[in-house]
């Protein structure tokens, strides 16, 4: 990392550092230029997290390994650290001081970093402790099997399973998985959330796609409408993928399940013939005789996408989409503790001072879904605290209410 172009190493105060969490988290920054000392930080710098910044950093500082002297204000945001291609852009796997009876094991060459590792023993997951130098470590579990079965769990919530061939200690195993990233994250538009799975992370069938788009929410693969939505897809695309020379194939919800050669969507809206990006000759059925369906994919070449019929057993990537929660109609703010520390009847007072405001109610999955979208997204700027939301039984001791409803009913803690 340290030898990729304008990229710099960096020491983290302990609210970025989080006892070793932080470490391997590559960072966008941005200077401002204000400051003290003989070596301003100016415009944008690409960085990686690799040590703790013990004194001088404060709670969310950092420290440049690069030339220079003094103290200066910057910004930063989390970004997906670069991988290469094939299998050198996946995980790989490190023991140290490992044998079958004790693992001492590393995750490198992530895209966001681990937070946490469980191994496979006699058919259950146990979870390693994580250690200071950003190892995690496994002892009590018995003799270990070979090859070790491991679920890794990315700070997005994100869990691949793994298998390493041996315990060798001062070894890295490349596995087969790359985790998706903040990149890989939920988008939201026009009121619906979309999820891309790229090839390199995840090759599925087409009814494979399907099954897991619905563990979102109201999801499926995605259905694509209009002109509009089919660009932004493209745009999405775009950004995200990193070998922009070549081709990217995803599954979407086209199929002609339903009656042989009438294609729609598997969400039930309608796939219109007018306004779908059809390559030359489709959309055609490879075995006109088949009795069975076809399905639709997406292959994205340059900056446009194209749509082809195939196989549906065949693998690619694919795109989910589910309803989104309208967000719009609401204003929301988030304080994390660091900033500013309050009593929760502090905190309600404080909101009250918003015209119409009180502390956050949460009244259904998908606002939940999307408010918890939002704290993982701000995280690894301020770092992790608790955050006070609406609901208490002041006044009413054991019958939680929101504080913003006025009909005082009581808060549904099965949704």
């Known amino acids: 990392m340290a030898t990729q172009p304008g990229w710099i190493l960096v020491a983290a105060g302990p609210k970025t550092f989080q006892k070793s969490l932080g470490c391997g988290m590559c960072l966008e920054i941005q200077g401002s230029g ?9 415009g944008k710098r690409k960085a990686v997290i690799v040590d703790y910044c013990a004194a001088g950093c404060g709670s969310n500082g950092v420290d440049f390994f690069i030339p220079g002297d003094g103290r ?3 910004s930063y945001v989390a970004v997906d650290c670069p991988t290469l291609p094939g299998r050198h852009g996946k995980i790989h796997l490190r023991f140290q001081g490992s ?42 579990l018995g003799r270990l099997s070979i090859p070790l079965r491991v679920r890794l769990t990315a700070i997005t919530g994100e869990q691949l399973h793994a298998s390493v061939p041996a315990i060798k200690n001062d070894v890295s195993f490349a596995s087969e998985v790359q985790y998706q990233g903040i990149n890989g994250a939920m988008f939201e538009h026009n009121n619906h959330i979309y999820k891309f799975v790229f090839p ?26 209009s002109p ?42 309608p796939l219109r013939y007018n306004v779908v990006p059809w390559a030359p000759g489709q959309p055609r ?36 989409k589910a309803d989104g929660w309208e967000w719009e109609q609401h204003v929301y703010k988030f304080i994390p503790l660091q900033w500013n520390a309050l009593s929760w009847t502090e905190a309600e007072i404080y909101c009250k001072e918003i015209e ?22 701000i995280r690894w700027v301020v770092g992790f605290s608790k955050l006070w939301i609406g609901a208490s039984d002041i006044g009413h001791e054991g019958n939680f209410q929101w504080s913003d409803d006025k009909r005082n009913r009581p808060v549904n803690f099965t949704r």
Request: glycine fraction near 8%; charge should be neutral; charged fraction near 25%.
């Open 34 to 42: 204000q400051g003290s000392g003989n070596n301003p930080i100016v």
């Open 72 to 74: 200066w204000t910057i």
């Open 99 to 140: 044998n079958t009876w004790y693992i001492k094991l590393q995750t490198r060459n992530t895209k966001v970093p681990t937070a946490g590792i469980e191994v496979l023993v006699r058919g259950k997951y146990y979870c390693l402790t994580r250690v200071n130098d950003n190892f995690f470590i496994g002892m009590g």
């Open 200 to 225: 390199e992370d995840d090759k599925r069938t087409w009814y494979e796609a399907e099954s897991l788009c619905q563990t979102l929410e109201d999801g499926h693969l995605t259905s694509l409408v």
């Open 228 to 269: 509009n939505e089919i660009t932004w897809v493209d745009s999405i695309i775009t950004n995200i993928a990193r070998d922009s020379g070549s081709k990217v194939k995803l599954w979407i919800g086209g199929s002609d399940r339903k009656f042989k050669d009438v294609w729609d969507f598997v969400d039930e809206k």
């Open 285 to 320: 059925r490879p075995n006109q005789q088949a009795t069975y369906a076809y399905c639709v994919s997406l292959e994205f070449a340059g900056d446009r996408s194209t749509w082809y019929v195939e196989d549906c057993y065949k693998t690619h990537g694919y795109i989910c």
């Open 356 to 377: 119409g405001g009180h502390l956050l109610s949460i009244r259904n999955p998908k606002e939940n879904r999307w408010v918890t979208e939002r704290i993982r997204q």
